[in-house]
C-alpha cells in the first residue's frame, strides 16, 4: 500500500512563527503536492514538485515555500505564519508515466495537518 | 480558467442510488477524477476518466460528458459507510495540477 505521511495532525503555533511541515511517501513517486483545504473552497494547490530540487508554484503560493532535497520529502514552510493560514494541509503524491491522457494516475494523500495559528 | 461546481450536500436513504452532479468551465483537461473523503480523514480515489463514457467500479459508477462539460458519480446499494465528502478534480493539460471542486457532503440515513 502506497502510504504518505505527515510530520503532525495537529499544529499549533503563534503569529509570526517559522512553520515546517513535513511530508514523506514511501512508493518511490516523482510528484508531490501540497494543498490547503477550507470549507467551502476546496482543496487548493500551494506548490507542487516534480523532481528533486524542482519545483513550481499552484495557485495560492503566497506566503509559503517548499523544499524538495530528497525524492521523498516534501516540506511546506510558512516563513512567518499569520491567522489566515489557520488551514486543514494536505500532502499528496502520484508517479509520472507521460503526458498521455492514458497515463493518469491518482493522487495518494496524506493524513492532513490541521494548524491553527493564534 | 477552470470552475468546479458540486452541489453543497446532498441526502439519500440507506440502500438507494443516489447521483453527484459535477459541471465545469475549462478550455482543456486530461481527465477527471472523483475522490471520497471522510471527515477528518485523507481523500481516497475512486474513479476516472478520460473519454466520454461510464466507468464502473463495483457500486462506484463515474460518468463524463465533455461536449456537455458534465460529470457525475453514481453509487448504488448506498451504505452508512458512504456518509462523507465527494470531491470532483480536473488534471489539466499539462498533466501536473489538479484542480479540485468544494466537494459535496452526502449525508446517508437509515
Known amino acids: 500500500d502506497v502510504k504518505v505521511t505527515q510530520s503532525s495532525r495537529y499544529l499549533v503555533k503563534r503569529t509570526g512563527e517559522k512553520v515546517f511541515l513535513e511530508c514523506v511517501q514511501d512508493?518511490?513517486?516523482?510528484?508531490m503536492f501540497w494543498y490547503r483545504q477550507d470549507p467551502g473552497l476546496g482543496l487548493r494547490l500551494i506548490y507542487f514538485?516534480?523532481?528533486?530540487?524542482?519545483?513550481e508554484k499552484g495557485d495560492i503560493p503566497e506566503g509559503y515555500s517548499v523544499s524538495r532535497e530528497k525524492k521523498e520529502r516534501f516540506s511546506l514552510i510558512l516563513e512567518s505564519a499569520s491567522t489566515n493560514q489557520t488551514s486543514m494541509y494536505l500532502c499528496?503524491?502520484?508517479?509520472?508515466?507521460?503526458?498521455?491522457?492514458?497515463?493518469?494516475?491518482?493522487?495518494?494523500f496524506g493524513p492532513g495537518t490541521r494548524l491553527t495559528v493564534t | 480558467g477552470q470552475n468546479i461546481d458540486q452541489p453543497t450536500e446532498m441526502t439519500a436513504t440507506e440502500g438507494a442510488i443516489v447521483q453527484i452532479n459535477c459541471t465545469y468551465q475549462?478550455?482543456?483537461?486530461?481527465?477527471l477524477f472523483w475522490y471520497q473523503q471522510h471527515a477528518g480523514e485523507a481523500p481516497t480515489f475512486l474513479s476516472y476518466?478520460?473519454?466520454?463514457g461510464l466507468e464502473e467500479k463495483g457500486r462506484f459508477s463515474s460518468f463524463l460528458s465533455r461536449s456537455k462539460g458534465y460529470s457525475y458519480l453514481l453509487l448504488k446499494e448506498l451504505q452508512m459507510k458512504d456518509s462523507a465528502s465527494y470531491l470532483c478534480?480536473?488534471?489539466?493539460?499539462?498533466?501536473?495540477?489538479?484542480?479540485f471542486g468544494a466537494g459535496t457532503r452526502l449525508f446517508v440515513k437509515a
Open positions: 499528496a503524491s502520484t508517479t509520472f508515466q507521460g503526458w498521455a491522457s492514458g497515463s493518469l494516475r491518482e493522487q495518494y
Open positions: 512508493m518511490d513517486h516523482e510528484n
Open positions: 514538485s516534480y523532481d528533486v530540487k524542482m519545483k
Open positions: 475549462t478550455s482543456g483537461f486530461n481527465g
Open positions: 476518466n478520460v473519454l466520454d
Open positions: 478534480a480536473l488534471r489539466n493539460t499539462g498533466g501536473f495540477k489538479t484542480i
